[in-house]
């Protein structure tokens, strides 16, 4: 069964560093999504992006953060200077068309632990 | 304000024993209803959802959800727990202009035999 991939699944950085989450969405997928979740709170929506531009994203998607797909297969999630705050599980998604009644599939996550 | 609560943080059941997850949300219009279910180091997985319809809606492992207006709730159940259903259990919401889901804070379930 297809699934959503992501590298690492866990990464160290420290304060200031640039850091960038891979995500390898199913393959004949549209739409593709990354979430946060801080240790101990709620899963929250970043971003989401349709045909090589961002389609919604929150408030907490700010400056510091960009995406991107390089090529046919990568989705990634840039966080340009990272601060203790950052610290958290990145989940990525996708789905085969937008809007929330299209299910979105999840990968397993990436750490993000920001020293 | 707009919310989707699961007011049960831990639950612990005996293996065999039913099961009832909450879910409450507080919107103006009738959302979109989803639960996803996530064990140790895996992603979320999609147990169940409900768009429009039968508010009895049935899911994969076992599990059904059922949505009542009246209430703004949609609580999952499972008839019979079984240990591998130990994990965390999340209620999500979607809405028809928007491409994101909200998420409750979840509520992990731990099976003893």
């Known amino acids: 069964e297809p699934e959503v991939t992501q590298t690492p699944s866990h990464q160290v950085t420290q304060m200031g560093q640039e850091v960038i989450l891979r995500c390898v969405p199913i393959?004949?997928?549209?739409?593709f999504y990354w979430y946060r979740q801080i240790l101990g709170q709620k899963v929250e929506f970043l971003v989401s992006?349709?045909?090589?531009?961002?389609?919604?994203k929150s408030e907490i998607f700010d400056d510091q953060f960009s995406v991107e797909r390089p090529d046919g297969s990568n989705f990634t999630l840039k966080i340009r200077s990272t601060k203790l705050e950052d610290s958290a599980m990145y989940f990525c998604?996708?789905?085969?068309?937008?809007?929330?009644?299209?299910?979105?599939?999840f990968g397993p996550g990436t750490r993000l632990t920001v020293l | 304000a707009q919310s989707v609560t699961q007011p049960d943080i831990h639950i612990t059941v005996s293996e065999g024993a039913s099961l009832e997850l909450r879910c409450n949300y507080s919107?103006?219009?009738?959302?979109?209803l989803f639960w996803y279910v996530q064990s140790p180091g895996q992603g979320l997985q999609l147990l169940l959802k409900?768009?429009?319809?039968?508010?009895l809606v049935q899911g994969i492992k076992g599990f059904e959800a059922e949505f009542k207006r009246s209430q703004s709730s949609f609580n999952l159940r499972k008839p019979s727990v079984h240990w591998s259903d130990a994990a965390e259990y999340f209620c999500a919401v979607g809405f028809y202009n928007t491409d994101k889901l909200i998420f409750g804070t979840g509520t992990r379930l731990q099976v003893f035999p």
């Open positions: 409900y768009f429009s319809g039968d508010t």
């Open positions: 992006f349709y045909n090589n531009e961002i389609s919604e």
């Open positions: 919107y103006g219009a009738t959302p979109y």
């Open positions: 998604a996708s789905s085969f068309r937008g809007e929330t009644y299209n299910e979105q599939f």
């Open positions: 393959s004949n997928h549209l739409y």
